[in-house]
């Protein structure tokens, strides 16, 4: 009875994959080269800002797919290593443990990029499923419902990568090993749930993305150790026992560490040389960056349905810094602290209320308060930022939901009574005031993410209802509401598109590939628009555009040796413009790097076989090959020839 969620959720991802289907924003690109309806666009737009996912991820995909999934992708001089960044396919070993990427051995590129899309957010769904139940046990449709619920969260939608989901997935999983091998200490189930585990934390580490991690890990933390401590978790008697029954879930640590640890040595290179970027470099936060707006940012969950429309403001630069999570949970600390200060007068500590309301602390501390980064550096909380601490309350807030609805839980069948209506209200009165507030300050200041629709009213009503149902222990309606307000919030964000928008069909990338025979010869794209570079960098044939992680020296000495390593040593999108003499750098953002092309110059004569431009070019050494018309735009390509 409890596993029919995760078969629904297995019959659901196959129909999907089957299909095709993604939430891809490649299709943004299809007006550039089509004046008609996007036949694969089947619900929702393409959103531009999700360039991380279209101009990088999926592009450097599709050019690891041209190239037959090489280890080290060829199409910068010098090569980059597939391995690392952008969350790419490729043959090496540790595929094995990017379980969303193995569709690219064995089939077509749109079923492919479907199980990438789909497996991470899946995977989140049925890790909160599984620690929900493992709480809830008598309540199934509940623990499916908040995973629907947190997998529509808007961040995750906003910011839908597996270096997102992957982190959560990991923590819940944890979580909920946690509780069941101290509730049931013997058995072989608890080994599989280890070796789960293990292979996520492999899947977590290889992502290298330690802003996301850091905050979950603090949460896992809390979670433990609290649930250790607490006697009500388990029959055992005793820290010790309690730590035995533990035990495969340490060595699944363990074994996931060692992994990990041959993983980084054997292309450590490559990380240097990340870590070694002037941006972002090893970049460390401050304590008390965050500030009273980046507290309204992090509690504006109920409003959070118009971000598109208003592009982020007031809550931040663009929608995907301004997202956030339904925090529900954030409201619950009077009767989180109710509940521990009963169980200290029943003499059974709650040590696990105090650990999440001690995580929140220090969140909260991080955030708020300045002067301690000496302490917050030894503690590794530097190494997130106040933006990706979301992730953090996000799972914090799931977490204290569902342990107050265990806790009342519990209690009715003590027959103990639920919690007084005082302390429902200590959380009902600050979540009506707070939401009521923010309501206030978008309406008085005319904010488009308040006057673009009304539906955000219905929305902040749910949201109080939710931490009132919460408070007093109505699971099932808790979760419906939390699974509606985050669908009806975020469920617009990402397209519902039929496979990806494969450039190497245009008649221009197969015309360039025609030109180029055997592929040996590089190309530049210059132009005013991100076409000639993402037309390059799916082509999978080498050139000097294209977003670069780790930037290759032998690259940049070809380009230009003397060029200052600060313009260059960057994570950063590499384009160019028309210009006169050697290439000339600049950064109009931290990353971005644009550069001046002439044909003429020692570089193109002596690196440079062909241009691809979205302009016509007038230089001395272009020799034009052909003009080619595709809807809209016409593309430009000359070889280059020498200086006369």
């Known amino acids: ?220 933390a809390a979670f433990a150790i609290g649930a250790t401590l607490t006697a009500s978790t388990t029959p055992l008697v005793g820290v010790v026992p309690r730590l035995r029954a533990l035990v495969p879930l340490l060595i699944a640590g363990a074994a996931g560490a060692l992994v990990m640890v041959l993983w980084l040595v054997t292309r450590w290179q490559t990380i240097e040389v990340f870590t070694g970027t002037v941006y972002p470099g090893e970049r460390l936060e401050s304590t008390g960056a965050g500030g009273f707006d980046q507290l309204k940012s992090l509690l504006s969950g109920p409003f959070q349905r118009n971000l598109e429309l208003s592009d982020g403001a007031p809550f931040g630069t663009n929608q995907s810094e301004a997202s956030s999570f339904l925090l529900p949970g954030l409201f619950l600390v009077i009767p989180l602290v109710w509940l521990f200060v009963r169980s200290v007068r029943e003499r059974q500590r709650d040590w696990l209320a105090l650990g999440l309301l001690v995580v929140g602390v220090v969140f909260a501390a991080f955030m708020l308060i300045p002067g301690w980064d000496a302490i917050s550096h030894l503690l590794l909380l530097d190494r997130t930022t106040v933006g990706r601490l979301r992730l953090g309350w996000g799972l914090l807030s799931l977490i204290m939901m569902l342990f107050v609805l265990w806790r009342v839980d519990r209690r009715r069948t003590t027959a103990a009574a639920r919690m007084p209506w005082w302390v429902v209200l200590s959380a009902v009165v600050p979540a009506a005031a707070w939401t009521a507030y923010i309501a206030w300050s978008l309406v008085r200041n005319n904010a488009v993410i308040a006057t673009g629709d009304y539906t955000w009213i219905l929305l902040a009503i749910g949201f109080v209802a939710i931490v009132a149902c919460n408070a007093y222990g109505w699971a099932l309606v808790t979760a419906v509401l939390f699974a509606a307000i985050s669908i009806a919030s975020s469920s617009s964000v990402n397209p519902l598109y039929r496979g990806v928008f494969d450039l190497n069909e245009t008649q221009t990338v197969q015309t360039m590939k025609e030109i180029s025979g055997d592929g040996s010869e590089r190309w530049v794209g210059v132009g005013e628009t991100s076409l000639p570079t993402v037309m390059l960098v799916q082509s999978g044939l080498p050139s000097f555009n294209g977003f670069q992680s780790s930037p290759s020296q032998e690259m940049w000495d070809a380009i230009d040796p003397d060029l200052d390593e600060r313009v260059w040593n960057r994570l950063a999108n590499v384009s160019w413009g028309p210009g006169d003499g050697p290439p000339d750098a600049r950064n109009p953002a931290p990353d971005q790097i644009r550069l001046t092309f002439d044909s003429c110059a020692s570089f193109a004569q002596e690196n440079v076989e062909w241009v691809l431009a979205d302009e016509s070019l007038d230089q001395r050494c272009l020799e034009p090959v052909t003009t080619i018309d595709e809807g809209p735009s016409t593309f430009w390509i000359y070889e280059v020839v020498e200086q006369r």
């Open 1 to 220: 009875m409890l596993l029919w969620p995760l078969a629904l959720l297995a019959i659901v991802l196959v129909v999907f994959v089957s299909l095709g289907l993604t939430g891809s924003s490649t299709g943004v690109l299809r007006p550039s080269f089509d004046t008609g309806a996007d036949p694969d666009l089947l619900a929702n737009q393409p959103l531009p800002i999700r360039s991380d996912e279209w101009y990088v991820q999926t592009s450097w995909t599709i050019s690891q797919v041209e190239q037959g999934l090489p280890i080290e992708n060829r199409s910068f001089p010098g090569g980059m290593d597939a391995t690392v960044q952008h969350d790419l396919p490729s043959w090496d070993w540790s595929m094995v443990f990017r379980p969303h990427l193995l569709g690219f051995w064995f089939l077509p590129l749109d079923q492919a990029m479907a199980l990438k899309w789909w497996l991470p957010g899946f995977a989140l769904i049925a890790a909160v499923y599984v620690l929900a139940v493992t709480l809830l046990p008598r309540r199934p449709l509940t623990a499916a419902l908040f995973g629907v619920g947190f997998f529509f969260a808007p961040f995750f939608q906003w910011w839908y990568l597996s270096i997102t989901f992957f982190p959560a997935v990991w923590a819940a999983l944890v979580m909920a090993a946690v509780i069941w091998m101290l509730r049931r200490p013997r058995g072989p189930a608890r080994w599989v749930l280890a070796a789960i585990v293990a292979y996520v934390t492999v899947t977590v580490g290889t992502g290298i993305y330690v802003p996301f991690i850091v905050p979950a890990v603090y949460v896992v």
